[in-house]
T-cell receptor
């Protein structure tokens, strides 16, 4: 039972354009969501998060949107840069669970010149 | 701060052998976690700990054991290695639970069981 789904295994975007990565979840108890970025042979690094009481959170070029009714979140990267090429994982958790996170399967983003 | 460190980086085991994957953090985090990542899959939680002396099972604990004698260290033990345990293992830590606080990950240990 995949509670967090990233249905696009890969995405290719031109440098300077917008990258949109999507994530769907099924567990309505999730009350916070995070995006992690992972380069080959490294551990995931935190990118941006959003609480369920918000519908948008911005940090520089990165914006996460949350649509609770649709159980959907998305990560927007504008403008995309070659250094953004990595695997992006969506993760979800809920308060009171020792910060246990449920991860999606990841989307590999390639930003081309 | 070194953050979260893991050793070894890579290991080949024969079926039935045992080994311990080491994890240490120097951020004084109470919460620590072990995940495995199989190819094309997300990270699956194996075990976690909310403080020294306290551990609990995650989603995929079978074939593994953990201990947490200090705040800093959280080793993962494989007793009888099986090919199904071929994976990349990540250790992580976080400061406080349920607040959206991010987890900080180590660089991973790649394990191959033949």
């Amino acid at each position: 039972d995949q509670q967090v789904k990233q249905n696009s295994p890969s995405l290719s975007v031109q440098e300077g354009r917008i990258s949109i990565l999507n994530c769907d979840y099924t567990n309505s108890m999730f009350d916070y969501f995070l995006w992690y970025k992972k380069y080959p042979a490294e551990g995931p690094t935190f990118l941006i998060s959003i609480s369920s009481i918000k519908d948008k959170n911005e940090d520089g070029r990165f914006t996460v949107f949350l649509n609770k009714s649709a159980k959907h979140l998305s990560l927007h990267i504008v403008p995309s840069q070659p250094g953004d090429s990595a695997v992006y994982f969506c993760a979800a958790g809920y308060t009171g669970t020792a910060s246990k996170l449920t991860f999606g399967t990841g989307t590999r983003l390639q930003v081309t010149l | 701060n070194a953050g979260v460190t893991q050793t070894p980086k890579f290991r080949i085991l024969k079926i039935g052998q045992s080994m311990t994957l080491q994890c240490a953090q120097d951020m004084n985090h109470n919460y620590m976690y072990w995940y495995r990542q199989d190819p094309g899959m997300g990270l699956k939680l194996i075990y976690y700990s909310v403080g020294a002396g306290i551990t609990d099972k995650g989603e995929v604990p079978n074939g593994y054991n953990v201990s947490r004698s200090t705040t800093e260290d959280f080793p993962l033990r494989l007793e009888l290695a099986a090919p199904s345990q071929t994976s990349v293992y990540f250790c992580a830590s976080s400061y406080k639970p349920g607040s959206g606080e991010t987890q900080y990950f180590g660089p991973g240990t790649r394990l191959l069981v033949l």
